[in-house]
């Protein structure tokens, strides 16, 4: 009982600053687990990167028309809102987006919608190529076969989160805090980053299922999007991120 007692009394006499840092460091055992899924290798800043290729480049899933209003006037409006919430709400911009979208709770829908908004596409475009691989390789294939049985009942679970998705979202593959693969989606422009997400990891790939997307080339046929989708999958890209969180 003593060192109970010690401790009890160290709490109560040391305020809270004692009680912070003996919270602090409980707390900091209790998430080990999910902290590892974090890396500093892939961070989001607060300006829009350059699109990696042509606008045509990708024109064997989409076409150029999508590609130019979805990146100068959709995704670009995410990021100039997301700058607008963060002035407003007091987030330094110097620092990684993903802190932000961690505890999105604490801020407004505008930055919920915006900081989502402009998280998922500068992910989009880059988790995209005209040179991709057709397949993933390597560590990743494997681990594809482990969790999900073949390569293609993984596209199908993927592509069937993307269709099923109500509405506006994204389908996703994250790899979880046990670093297990996984397939889900979210609704509007959240993602698996955030507090509010019932799908959580770090997002490998993420495939847009909002009509911007797609409906000049494909109308309602959001199945046929997502099949040809498939053909401009970035797969070394993907596979480096994979092996940053395990
Ligand atoms: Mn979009």
């Not at 829009?48 to 999508?66: F, G, K």
């Amino acid at each position: 009982m003593k060192p109970l007692n010690t401790r009890r009394d160290f709490i109560l006499n040391s305020g809270k600053a004692g009680l912070g840092i003996y919270l602090g460091s409980s707390l900091l055992s209790a998430c080990s687990t999910p902290s590892k899924i974090t890396t500093t290798k892939y961070t989001t800043g607060f300006t829009q990167q350059p699109l990696p290729y042509a606008y045509n480049a990708l024109s064997e899933a989409i076409d150029a028309q999508t590609m130019e209003i979805h990146y100068t006037k959709h995704a670009a409006s995410y990021t100039t809102n997301l700058n607008d919430a963060a002035k407003a709400e007091g987030v330094d911009t110097t620092k990684p987006l993903e802190e932000v979208l961690r505890r999105v709770s604490k801020y407004s829908a505008k930055m919920r919608n915006n900081g989502g908004g402009h998280y998922n596409h500068e992910l989009f475009w880059k988790i995209m190529s005209p040179t991709g691989a057709d397949a993933p390789s390597g560590i990743l294939a494997a681990a594809i076969t482990q969790s999900f049985g073949s390569f293609e009942a993984f596209k199908t679970q993927f592509s069937d989160a993307g269709k099923n998705r109500f509405g506006s979202g994204w389908a996703w593959l994250v790899a979880d805090g046990d670093r297990k693969l996984r397939i889900g989606s979210t609704p509007n422009q959240d993602n698996p980053l955030m507090d509010v997400s019932e799908i959580k990891g770090f997002p490998l790939m993420g495939l847009d299922v909002w009509e911007h997307a797609y409906y000049l080339r494909y109308q309602n046929k959001r199945p046929d999007y997502i099949a040809n989708w498939w053909k401009v999958v970035n797969w070394p890209f993907i596979q480096e991120r994979y092996s940053a969180v395990i």
